[in-house]
């Protein structure tokens, strides 16, 4: 019988943020976000810990400030997945979730599906989600990136376009359209060879680097859920999360 795999929750977490600085901070309803996304991913059944890596002080501080677990990572990565793969490397597990530090609202089912793709099929190295989505603002919004993927549910491509992309530029009726939700699983051996690899060309032409993957011959399995977290760019993504704690707290 295969022993159970031993799966941990990493938050990649970086101070600066062009749009909305030291946003990791900022205080939702008396909670810095930091804190509120690692609550909500704490909860996941299938994690046997969850740590922050960060490459400020400052975050470490607050993140122990409320008893979770922290490490600096260096300054000079260039993606939540290599400060990931740092924090990896001195850990003894199977698989690693990579859940974005700037979700806030982040559920648990979510952090447990992804890692669910991994511990169902043996053959992917890597896995993430997505939701289904008819609002064209979304699918014709460059920020929201698009995912398909074949009928064994691993991804074919990702792109900032709308995708399946038809020859008039107006979408298909009858078409399934995926948006993309940030969080990855990772085989742990996976990740740590992942982020040596160079740069893929399609990885640099729609500055997405899950593409480096698929450029390099390996397999991505996509998991289709119904909801997804609002992760926070701007200060009126930050808002607009405040509300939403706001009324739940108050319902």
Known sequence: MMSKPRIVGIIPARYESGRLP??????ICGK???QRTYEGAAKASLLSGLIVGADDQRIIDAVQSFGGKAVITSTSHRSGTERCAEVAADLDCDIIVNVQGDEPLIQAEVVDEAARLLIEDPLPEMATLASKTDIEDELFD???VKVVFDVKGYALY??????????????KRGIDYYRHIGI?????????HYVNLPRSDLETAEEL??????DNGYQIKVGVVEHYSLN???PEHLEKVRKIVWQNSSS
């Open 22 to 27: 030291a946003k990791l901070l900022a205080d």
């Open 32 to 34: 810095p976000m930091i």
């Open 142 to 144: 460059r920020s929201v």
């Open 158 to 171: 990702f792109s900032r376009a709308p995708i399946p992309h038809s020859k008039t530029g107006v979408l």
């Open 184 to 192: 990855y699983a990772y085989r742990r051996d996976f990740l740590l």
């Open 209 to 214: 680097e899950q593409l480096r993957a698929l």
């Open 232 to 234: 926070v760019d701007t």
